[in-house]
């Protein structure tokens, strides 16, 4: 867990993760949804695939790209974009994307999606992101993930969705666009919505950093300040998150996570913007995350089309795959 921490967090070198008592995480664990489940059909991942960026020269994105068993050409799919990719799909990880939108989608819970996991850039001389180093200090990840500007966004509306426009039948409704992420990854997913929300409407978050590694805790601020935007959040973090208390003693606020997301979350409210939370007790990283990670995704996409009918016999079996 420690190395895990020291991976997602530069600033893990200055903030301290208080007195060691319990683990806080134990409880967490992956449901049914979770897992591979016998007789529900399996989408296929392809990649990995390169995506050169001009937002970030001289750098490059490796992405996946999950294509559900129920993906029919023909129809246009939802899509959800989820940032550190290596990590949501990771087989054995504390996620596994892929296994939930495989049971959600059998079970009509929600729409048929094109899933991409992408890792944040990095040069080619670079190694890639894996899961016990996200890529804080070997990547581009610091400054694509955690500044307040609109590059990020860039890579993803505009490098990134051309080419798979080109490659599969996706939506172009902004509404059937969602982006998420954990830690760095959260807020990068939370700025690509609020910078280009005529592409992205859904936003993710797993113990999101909105706090102030490269201005984050200003978007608490900068919400309530500003004309409300057509988003849908879901905010999720723990109370033993990394809370500021340095190795002096001191507190800082604006380094504290769980403080900023609760403050990110009544900024919202208070906006009244369509936003769901959860407070757990857990620390940094996926474990809570993960867990809910099924119902998350529900309650994004809970407005996909439904019949009453009661004799839509579709309607009221499971979702098989495309002929």
Not at 123 to 143: K, L, V, Y
Not at 161 to 180: A, C, F, M, Q, T
Not at 271 to 289: E, F, L, P, S
Request: with cysteine.
């Amino acid at each position: 867990m420690q190395l895990a921490v020291a991976a997602l967090l530069g600033a893990s070198l200055v903030l301290a993760q208080g007195p060691q008592g319990p683990n806080t995480d134990i409880h967490y664990r992956l449901g049914p949804d979770s897992l591979s489940q016998e007789g529900v059909p399996k989408g296929r991942i392809d990649g990995p695939l390169t995506l050169p960026s001009q937002a970030y020269p001289g750098t490059q994105h490796t992405y996946w790209v999950y294509v559900p068993a129920q993906y029919d050409p023909k129809v246009p799919a939802c899509l959800m974009v989820l940032n550190d990719g290596q990590a949501f799909k990771f087989a054995d990880g504390d996620v596994r994307a892929q296994n939930v939108m495989d049971n959600l989608i059998y079970r009509r819970e929600i729409p048929v999606m094109i899933g991409v996991f992408i890792n944040p850039g990095r040069t080619p001389e670079q190694p890639e992101p894996h899961p016990r180093d996200w890529g804080d200090r070997n990547t581009n990840r610091p400054a694509e993930y955690n500044s307040l500007d609109d590059k990020y966004a860039r890579v993803i509306v505009d490098e990134l969705l051309p080419v798979l426009y080109k490659e599969y039948n996706i939506s172009k409704r902004p509404e059937d666009h969602g982006i998420g992420g954990a830690s760095s990854g959260a807020i990068a997913a939370f700025t690509v919505a609020w910078e280009r929300p005529d592409h992205f409407r859904k936003v993710l978050s797993i113990v999101g950093s909105f706090v102030n590694l490269r201005g984050g805790h200003a978007y608490a601020d900068i919400v309530r300040k500003s004309e409300k935007k057509p988003l849908r959040v879901f905010l999720q973090d723990g109370r033993n998150d990394n809370r500021g208390q340095r190795r002096d003693g001191s507190y800082d606020q604006t380094r504290d996570w769980f403080a900023q997301n609760v403050r990110l979350m009544e900024a919202l409210r208070d906006k009244g913007y369509d936003i769901n939370y959860t407070w757990g007790i857990g620390r940094h990283g996926q474990k809570q995350g993960g867990a809910i990670f099924p119902e998350m995704m529900r309650w994004l996409w809970r407005d996909g089309p439904v019949s009453t009918d009661v004799n839509d016999a579709v309607e009221r079996s499971f979702r098989e795959p495309a002929k």
